[in-house]
């Protein structure tokens, strides 16, 4: 049995397709990441699964409880840290756990306990009484994060937990996201950082626009874009010219303009690279910057959408 | 037990919040003595001491101005207030006293050996009721001591020795105070109670439970606004994600609003009966089962707002609006039955109406338990709407 298993899940929003025929799966004890930029469909999928929002189609599945038919044993099974910090500021840190430890069922010492043992995991032992309102944003993000730990769920849902945190806090996070995963937690991790989803996750599920637009592990992803390169040019100049003698070039698969940076997918840079120059000198165009980057989530990105994951 | 939890932790905020002790205490404590104060002296200025104003001038100041004094002074109708002449004419010019009465130098002086106590003026408006009830108050004490001073003259006169006076005298005033004078007070005191204000003898009777009703939905601001931020800040769609079924959140919710109606209302009732002598527990089922009605109309109306609100701004706003109409409509600032028929009809239909209505049964009227079950009655059905009312709404909140 998958612990979270995601069919044709549909929701629409007016005219708006949020999340439009998704499909992806995680076996107990995976990390699954969902990578894609803002306004893709990840948080609507994650409501979805939390059972805040009712699916127009499809069917999801958690432990191998259904979250329409059965949400109670659904959400029994889950923890979700939301995007936004759901928390009470005027509460201080332990008072949040222990009220969210209530509501998921905790009582007495078993609570007490747990308590105090998220509070290490999150490594806020030592400012537990201080108001969340005092906290700073990585602070918050760790609280928010504990909240959903309490109860020992088989699934936790993490949808951007390092969304605007200092390196510092982000690195306590994902350590701690592996360190629960190798409890035996599966986590479903929604972020639009690809190193993350990099680092983390068994699979990858790459979202855009209410669709998943490639699944599978972080090698067979990078292979959709074979072993081509990316480099990112500046000019001196906007130029057709050289834009036309470039797509012309031996072993360029691939180039986009933007923001005026030239973004190429290359076969190999060494060979390519040296072409690129002898073309833009012959063109008159001035070179000014140049950014290699070997295959990653990035251009797996680019190769199947045509843009760039960040804005 | 989960319902409890969430309803604690409601509590929890808003009595960490310092401006709720501001709008469920202090603010309706104020209020209460001031609007007190306001009914008060907003009736004749005479009503609040029925007794009549009497500038007493006593420029004999001996024995006999004494004893006329305390005899006119044990009538309770009266009110002597011990004057200078100019001041007691001016007193009486601006209508602070109804009367002065002049007690010449010489009273008293030759009444030893001449039968006569001397005579004492009155100024007054001998037109008016009171001008001549202060007549007749005098009238008969004033010539009960004249008559007991000719008795111990006469006395005197024919045993031939003037040491006789004193005892004559005396047993004279006694024998008139056992036989006549004590009824006449009474029936003077019946004529200065004759009129009775709206709010019966008590002026809090209406300040108190007005006050009651007014801030126990001004306290909504705080309560309601617990779930406008949980809402906001986003700690709603996190309840709802956990095993919290919702309609077990919105009981948790009801239930820490109804608590904090509901110690709103027992602390303003005990401060009434303890400290303004308002008499709430003459009938206490009675008022504690109005003050509980009262308490779960105001909780399903702070749920409303909770639900629908967008803002704390809006919570403030919806709050004030519902207090001014409640309150306006529902006669506790003052009482329906003074008001236009139209409006009077229409405030009668409101919650607010039956919660002021409740109390003053007990209050005014002296009523108990019986007389309130219609007022608890329409409570409950305009708590039941305004709960129905925000379930619907509940149920459209988005995530
Ligand atoms: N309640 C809603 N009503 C209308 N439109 C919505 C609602 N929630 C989301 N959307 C729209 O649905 C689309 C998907 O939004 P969603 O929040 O799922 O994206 P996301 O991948 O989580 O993005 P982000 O990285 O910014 O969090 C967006 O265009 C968004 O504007
Ligand atoms: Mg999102």
Do not use: C
Request: aromatic content about 8%; overall charge negative; hydrophobic content about 50%.
């Amino acid at each position: 049995m998958n612990a979270i298993e995601v069919k044709n899940l549909k929701k629409s929003f007016g005219d708006l397709q949020a999340v439009d025929s998704v499909n992806f799966a995680a076996a107990q004890g995976e990390i699954l990441s969902l990578l894609g930029p803002n306004g893709a469909g990840k948080s609507t999928a994650i409501s979805m699964l939390a059972g805040l929002l009712v699916p127009d189609g499809g069917s999801a599945t958690l432990m191998g409880h259904s979250v329409t038919a059965d949400p109670q044993a659904a959400k029994a099974s889950l923890g979700v840290v939301p995007q936004d910090i759901a928390l009470y500021p005027d509460l201080s840190a332990r008072e949040n756990l222990v009220f969210w430890g209530k509501m998921y069922g905790l009582r007495g010492a078993a609570l007490n306990q747990r308590v105090d043992k998220v509070l290490e995991i999150i490594g806020l032992s030592e400012r537990q009484k201080d108001r969340i309102g005092k906290f700073s944003g990585g602070m918050k993000r760790r609280v928010n994060i504990g909240a959903a730990l309490l109860h020992k769920p088989d699934v936790v849902i993490m949808d951007e937990p390092t969304v605007g945190i200092d390196p510092q806090s982000r690195r306590h996070i994902l350590d701690n996201v592996k360190a629960l995963n190798k409890q035996g937690m599966t986590v479903l991790y929604t972020t639009h950082y690809m190193e993350e989803a990099a680092e983390l996750s068994d699979h990858i599920a790459i979202m855009d626009q209410g669709k998943v637009i490639a699944f599978g592990t972080h090698a067979e992803l990078i292979k959709l874009v074979g072993e081509q390169t990316r480099i990112d040019l500046t000019l001196n100049t906007e130029s057709t010219v050289i834009f036309d003698a470039w797509r012309n070039t031996q072993g360029v698969s691939r180039i986009d303009a933007e923001n005026g940076t030239v973004t190429l997918l290359v076969d190999d840079s060494n060979l390519v690279l040296p072409r690129l120059f002898e073309a833009a000198a012959q063109a008159n165009v001035r070179i000014t910057s140049v950014d290699i980057q070997e295959p990653n989530l990035e251009s797996v990105f680019l190769h199947l959408t045509g843009r760039a994951l960040r804005d | 037990m989960r319902i409890l939890d969430l309803a604690t932790k409601d509590l929890l905020q808003i009595f960490r919040d310092k401006k709720s002790f501001l709008f469920l205490a202090a603010m309706p404590i104020i209020f209460t003595l001031f609007m007190g104060f306001a009914y008060n002296s907003g009736e004749d200025g005479a009503e609040d001491d029925a007794r009549i104003s009497v500038a007493w001038v006593d420029e004999a100041d001996n024995q006999f101005s004494e004893l006329l004094f305390e005899r006119l002074d044990e009538n309770t109708a009266l009110s002597l207030v011990d004057m200078e002449e100019a001041s007691a004419m001016d007193a009486l010019a601006r209508g602070d006293m109804l009367g002065v009465l002049i007690i010449p130098s010489a009273f008293g002086e030759q009444a030893e050996g001449t039968s006569a106590l001397g005579q004492i003026t009155l100024v007054t408006d001998t037109l008016s009721t009171e001008g001549q009830s202060l007549y007749q108050l005098l009238r008969v004490p004033v010539s009960q001591l004249a008559s007991a001073v000719e008795i111990g003259t006469l006395t005197a006169d024919v045993i031939g020795d003037s040491a006789e006076f004193s005892p004559a005298f005396t047993l004279a005033l006694e024998e008139w105070d056992e036989h006549q004078s004590r009824s006449l007070v009474r029936t003077e005191k019946a004529v200065a109670q004759e009129e009775e204000s709206w709010f019966g003898d008590n002026p809090y009777n209406q300040a108190s439970p007005g006050i009651v009703v007014q801030f126990a939905i001004i306290g909504l601001i705080t309560s309601a606004q617990i779930l406008v931020e949980e809402r906001k800040n986003r700690t709603l769609q996190r309840l709802m994600s956990t095993a919290m079924r919702t309609w077990e959140i919105v009981a948790g919710h009801i239930l820490a609003m109804f608590t904090l109606a509901f110690l709103q209302i027992a602390l303003l009732v005990l401060f009434g009966q303890w400290v303004l002598d308002v008499n709430y527990l003459h009938a206490p089922l009675a008022t504690l089962l109005i003050s509980a009605a009262l308490g779960i109309w105001v909780a399903s109306m702070g749920l409303l707002i909770g639900v629908v609100a967008k803002s704390d701004d809006q919570v403030i706003l919806f709050s004030m609006v519902a207090m001014f109409f409640f309150s306006a409509l529902g006669g506790t600032w003052f009482p329906l039955d003074v008001s236009a028929g139209g409006f009077a009809a229409f405030g009668r239909l409101m919650p607010s109406y039956a919660a002021m209505n409740g109390l003053q049964n007990i209050l005014i009227r002296g009523l108990g338990l019986a007389s309130i079950w219609q007022p608890v009655a329409i409570l409950m059905i305009y708590a039941l709407g305004f709960f129905m009312l925000a379930l619907w709404r509940f149920r459209k909140i988005g995530v």
